[in-house]
């Protein structure tokens, strides 16, 4: 059987395919970062692909992807979910941020989605911290909206702040204030202050697997597990299979976890409590 010869050009073109193909590729850590996929916990570094509904978590140092249509740059200690990305068929990039800081550069629809407001970017820059019962958005450049969902209701508030502009959730208000008070700049990473630019292309772009650690824990996801849903939308899903596991599963049967909302994924409709089959 003779080998397959590809054309000279679709070799020097199978880079950028390849980089194509990967709806986000992480381009700028410093350290490896902790990616939860599914029901197992990697680490990730520089050239490796992320997929919707991974979940990145930094640690002492940031980290930094692109999707194509968006740069997102992950200050230290923040959490996120890669909700959306260009490659599921809608040009569109949506993070939820749990906890932390994310600066998004886009060149095409973005979000980011915190417990307490979202941020939609058509095209510009912004930068978005969340921590606790707090949140602020610096828009840098380009129009936005910004919106606090008032319960689960349909009442809520929308400012539309434009460059260098700042608005933040105080006191169960959302406000804009115009420029950032000093305390935020100073409390802004370092690696956030810089202008986005795309680094240069990796060789090895969508091509570095990342490295399996072990099955995931109550542990890794206890942070999530009491996130809004908008946040955790499909977590419960994905773990299903780990939840045959009766040490895994008795976490999340504790009170904590019903009133998280997880009674549907650990008691299916028609399923039986407490003994009731026979």
Not at 203 to 217: F, H, I, L
Request: glycine share 10%; charged share 20%.
């Amino acid at each position: 059987m003779r080998p397959l010869l590809l054309p000279p050009l679709l070799l020097l073109l199978l880079p950028v395919l390849v980089h194509a193909a990967a709806p986000a590729i992480l381009t700028l850590a410093d350290r490896p970062v902790r990616l939860i996929r599914g029901t197992v916990l990697y680490k990730a570094v520089n050239g490796t692909a992320l997929q919707r509904d991974d979940i990145v978590e930094t640690e002492d140092v940031g980290a930094r992807f692109d999707t194509g249509t968006a740069i997102v740059a992950l200050g230290p200690r923040t959490r996120v979910r890669l909700a959306m990305l260009p490659g599921d068929g809608k040009p569109v990039t949506e993070i939820a941020l749990l906890q932390g800081w994310v600066k998004l550069a886009a060149h095409g629809r973005a979000r980011v989605v915190a417990p307490l407001l979202q941020v939609c970017v058509p095209d510009g820059v912004t930068v978005v911290h969340s921590d606790g019962g707090k949140a602020a958005v610096l828009a840098e450049a380009g129009e936005q909206q910004v919106v606090h969902q008032i319960g689960a209701g349909r009442l809520r508030r929308t400012l539309r702040p434009l460059g260098e502009q700042y608005a933040a959730f105080e006191a169960g208000e959302l406000k804009a204030v115009g420029r950032a008070p000093r305390d935020f700049v100073a409390a802004l990473p370092p690696a956030l202050r810089a202008t986005l630019q795309a680094v240069p292309a990796l060789p090895y772009a969508g091509q570095v697997p990342p490295v399996k650690e072990r099955d995931v824990s109550h542990a890794d996801l206890v942070h999530w597990q009491a996130a809004p849903p908008p946040l955790r939308r499909g977590l419960g899903a994905r773990l299903r299979p780990r939840l045959a596991d009766p040490s895994f599963r008795s976490e999340f049967e504790t009170p904590p976890g019903e009133r998280a909302g997880w009674r549907t994924v650990l008691h299916p409709v028609g399923a039986c409590r407490g003994g009731c089959c026979t």
